[in-house]
């Protein structure tokens, strides 16, 4: 009854709310109305701008397009006007005119994200930093019901787009890319492409320049303006998208940060809606909820730290997963478990064969899952790579896919330079492949194709096929490449994966530069401060030593400067999860964005003198511009490993697990919690942590120690962490905050 209820009050609120405000544009009607929410648990407004013919034609359904607002705006439009606009139509009349030469529903969700006893608050959507638990992605689906319930629309993803200004671009485009099965077209007008978003007690730093995978089907376009703030930034997105995305335009107009080229903005959507792009047989996507649904699919993890949850190559033959702390190349965290749900693909209340390819591992599993009674199968895997292949029962078939694709340097591609790129190919399949050509197709550039013949592969195992490219000066401003690579069986049966391979862009120079191994330096910092520091984590010699946790600064303009690093060492793991850090440019240029700088940990096991290549990335603050320049280097190794392990992060399940997260170059030997109660500090309980993979510790030597811990009764504890590495170099960590533990006596 009381579901019932709250329907009969939201439809009389529409109702009573919902009267004329405005009357433009022969008579286009603008709607102002709320809704209750049950995803954000409160009643939400939205305007509505309804074509002259709505009324005149009961019976037509229209396309629908999303306009999410920005910064200090709401949905009835900007909250002060210039004096220089005044004399111009505002924003609702251009949209309006436009809803009646498109023939179109626009429709304007609230972003308003303050509290009740807040004062009045201009930042909208809960993102950069993530300040309430609403979660305006999340609501997108709802709306959508809301509206074609209640309104005459064409309910299909072909008829339904969403666009935005500022930050409500940013909205834009991570929703499309979120829920590409509800949208056909996206448009940014002068979107930062970079904000913090996600759930309230781990958000992460979330880059549309990472996600371009997420838009299989999704049209995209960016207009911006020459003289906009975030120019700089829309160039860094154009380097990355116009290379990898076949559905992306984008248009830069005279003028600044404003509504650039909106009548352009609306054909888009016109073209996108008599065009739409047809459902993806194979896509992939990235999601920074740990549960989510996408295509059909389902996925559920227990990740309870900042990540991602990547699928790529989804299909009905299988897919690849991983959950990673960072993009594009963060390690996979393997201690985190996930479930997949497909989409109902196959047979009801059928036995299937599911092959499991661990890439940390290097080796299969094989389990059979029966699908449930809509045709859906549960695939339960781990956090790491997993590489899924799907089968019935007594299939043969050959499956290969692409283990790994490099080029012959760990620096990317380089223009202008020849560059072998090896390909692993890997036989997921249950017979193997006896014969086939492998074909490198670069998208958008230059390059011509290479075509080899590949050798038999066995079940099971791979192969490496090398081809050899110049790479043309032409995608010299390019940060990425795609290339499709094919392969072909002698009876016509194709295989077709796409990889994205870095591009080394940008001024190639000889920097002078320091090594932060622990050393106080003056730097510079959010672009424009002079900060004093401690930086890296070691001796403070300034030469680089097994086992320490260092930075490279360079030194331009008379000050230092961080970097970000790439190597092809393997003893520099830049793929760790406190390998980056971001250090925030808002104060500077007031967008949102970050320079990702590195502070890796040298392995212990490097041998004395060895010689490391790495490639610096550093960017120079010229505003509204940040110039981005590069260079390389070589260092030197000498010394023993003598720096203490440190304790990264510590988490605590409600079920009394605790993880504690240890960075160090090598071995740990040890790492013990001492719990004290804050109510009785004479219970004093010392509790030895494991990296074993047994129990509750899911991965072995993953640097992640783990126990369930048992306390006699309920309440707060403190922690003091000892730990030891293979070298006895130790250290202690009393964790600032205090703990809460389920006592025995509550179980």
């Known amino acids: 009854m009381l579901i019932q209820m709250k329907g009969v009050v939201q439809m009389l609120t529409m109702c009573v709310i919902g009267l004329f405000i405005a009357s433009a544009a022969q008579g286009t009607m603008v709607v102002d109305s709320i809704h209750y929410s049950e995803v954000m648990g409160e009643n939400r407004h939205y305007r509505i701008f309804l074509p002259t013919a709505y009324d005149q034609n009961t019976s037509k359904k229209y396309s629908v397009i999303y306009f999410y607002h920005g910064w200090s705006q709401r949905y009835f439009g900007s909250l002060n006007r210039q004096n220089s606009e005044l004399q111009k139509p505002t924003e609702e009349e251009l949209i309006a005119d436009l809803v009646e030469q498109f023939n179109v529903i626009v429709v304007k969700p609230d972003g308003y994200n303050a509290d009740a006893d807040d004062a009045y608050y201009l930042r909208p959507y809960n993102i950069g930093p993530v300040e309430t638990h609403r979660q305006f992605a999340l609501y997108f689906p709802e709306f959508v019901d809301f509206i074609d319930a209640n309104y005459r629309t064409i309910a299909e993803r072909d008829h339904r787009g969403i666009m935005g200004y500022s930050m409500g671009g940013f909205m834009a485009f991570w929703i499309a890319g979120k829920y590409p099965q509800l949208v056909t077209a996206a448009g940014s007008f002068c979107g930062s492409p970079e904000f913090v978003i996600g759930p309230k007690d781990f958000p992460v730093e979330y880059y549309h320049g990472d996600m371009y995978g997420n838009y299989d089907g999704v049209r995209l376009r960016l207009n911006y303006g020459r003289e906009d703030f975030i120019r700089a930034y829309h160039k860094d997105l154009n ?219 066995s079940l099971g195992s791979g192969i490496n096929v090398n081809g050899v490219f110049t790479i043309p000066t032409s995608i010299k401003h390019a940060t990425v490449q795609k290339f499709d690579v094919v392969i072909t069986d002698s009876k016509g049966r194709e295989w077709q994966e796409s990889k994205v391979l870095p591009v080394r862009k940008g001024r190639l120079i000889e920097p002078s530069f320091e090594i932060a191994d622990g050393r106080i330096f ?226």
């Open 239 to 457: 380097a990355i998208f116009t290379n990898v995305l076949e559905n992306y335009e984008v248009q830069d107009y005279p003028g600044g940060h404003a509504l650039s080229g909106l009548e352009d903005m609306f054909d888009f959507f016109s073209r996108s809606f008599n065009e739409p792009l047809p459902r993806p047989e194979k896509w992939s996507h990235i999601d920074v909820y740990p549960v989510f649904e996408i295509w059909d699919y389902r996925i559920f993890s227990d990740r309870d730290i900042p990540g991602f949850t990547v699928l790529e190559n989804v299909n009905k033959r299988g897919f690849r997963s991983s959950v990673r702390p960072f993009l594009p190349d963060g390690k996979s965290m393997a201690q985190f478990n996930l479930v997949v749900q497909t989409a109902p693909l196959y047979q009801k209340n059928k036995s299937y064969s599911i092959r499991i390819y661990s890439y940390s591992r290097e080796d299969f599993t094989e389990k059979t899952v029966r699908s449930d009674r809509s045709g859906s199968l549960f695939i339960a895997l781990n956090g790491g790579i997993n590489e899924v292949a799907i089968f019935e029962l007594n299939e043969k078939i050959a499956v290969p896919v692409i283990h790994t694709m490099e080029p012959d340097t760990g620096f990317g591609l380089e223009p202008g330079e020849g560059k072998v790129i090896t390909v692993e190919v890997l036989n997921m399949g249950t017979a193997d492949l006896t014969d086939g050509t492998l074909e490198f197709r670069p998208y958008n550039a230059e390059i011509h194709s290479y075509r080899s013949k590949i050798e038999p592969i």
């Open 522 to 747: 003056t730097y510079l910092s959010r672009a424009s401060d002079a900060i004093t520091a401690k930086l890296g984590y070691g001796n403070g010699d300034g030469q680089i030593n097994p086992g320490e946790t260092f930075m490279i600064l360079v030194e331009e303009g008379g000050i230092h400067r961080l970097t970000r690093l790439s190597s092809p060492s393997p003893y520099i793991d830049l793929s760790d999860p406190s390998a980056i850090e971001s250090d925030s440019w808002v104060p500077f240029d007031h967008v949102g964005g970050s320079f990702k700088y590195s502070i890796p940990t040298l392995s212990s096991s490097v041998p004395e003198d060895e010689m490391v290549d790495l490639d610096v990335m550093y960017w120079i603050p010229d505003y509204p511009d940040h110039i981005e320049k590069s260079g390389r280097i070589k260092l030197r190794v000498s010394g023993n490993d003598k720096t203490a392990p440190k304790v990264e992060r510590v988490t605590l399940g409600g079920d009394n697990i605790i993880r504690a997260q240890i960075v160090d170059g090598g071995k740990i030997n040890k790492v013990m919690a001492e719990l004290t109660s804050v109510d009785d500090p004479g219970t004093v309980l010392k509790i030895e942590l494991y990296d074993s993979g047994e129990g509750e510790d899911r991965v072995e030597d993953d640097h992640v120690f783990t126990r369930k811990i048992k306390v006699p009764y309920f309440g707060k504890y403190t922690i003091v962490l000892y730990v030891e590495d293979e070298f006895r170099n130790s250290s202690i960590r009393k964790l600032p905050e205090h703990y809460v533990f389920f006592g025995q006596d509550l179980k």
